[in-house]
Nanobody
Framework: QVQLVESGGGLVQAGGSLRLSCAAS????????MGWFRQAPGKEREFVAS????????YYGDSVKGRFTISRDNAKNTVYLQMNSLKPEDTTVYSC???????????????????WGQGTQVIVSS
């Protein structure tokens, strides 16, 4: 079992920045990738970013490329999402996820992941 706890959400003005954190805990944490997704009410879950844990390769959704950066800290079992140049349309709940085994190479779909956090709310005011 893997537990994921997100933090760092909040309210920010458009153009501002936030950094989300996701700490993983549990026995013998095995992971192929960690990712961030977001989901607004009434909409499908959207891929934001993923990082292949061993190699450090990163992938981004089109709507966040050039603005968001995913990174990891092996020692802390933590993945981060640095969000810059935030826009009102970035407002939603952000969830992190853990893919213990490789399915898709880039781990860009929900089906690649088998553990999910509870989510953290991000609100960007205009």
């Amino acid at each position: 079992q893997v537990q994921l706890v997100e933090s760092g959400g909040g309210l920010v003005q458009a153009g501002g920045s936030l950094r989300l954190s996701c700490a993983a805990s549990g026995r013998d944490i095995r992971r192929y990738a960690m990712g961030w997704f977001r989901q607004a009410p009434g909409k499908e879950r959207e891929f934001v970013a993923s990082i292949i844990w061993s190699a450090g390769w990163t992938y981004y959704g089109d709507s966040v490329k050039g603005r968001f950066t995913i990174s990891r800290d092996n020692a802390k079992n933590t993945v981060y999402l640095q969000m810059n140049s935030l826009k009102p349309e970035d407002t939603t709940v952000y969830s992190c996820a853990c893919a213990q085994y490789q399915r898709g190479i880039a781990a860009m779909t929900e089906g690649d992941y088998n553990y999910w956090g509870q989510g953290t709310q991000v609100i960007v005011s205009s």
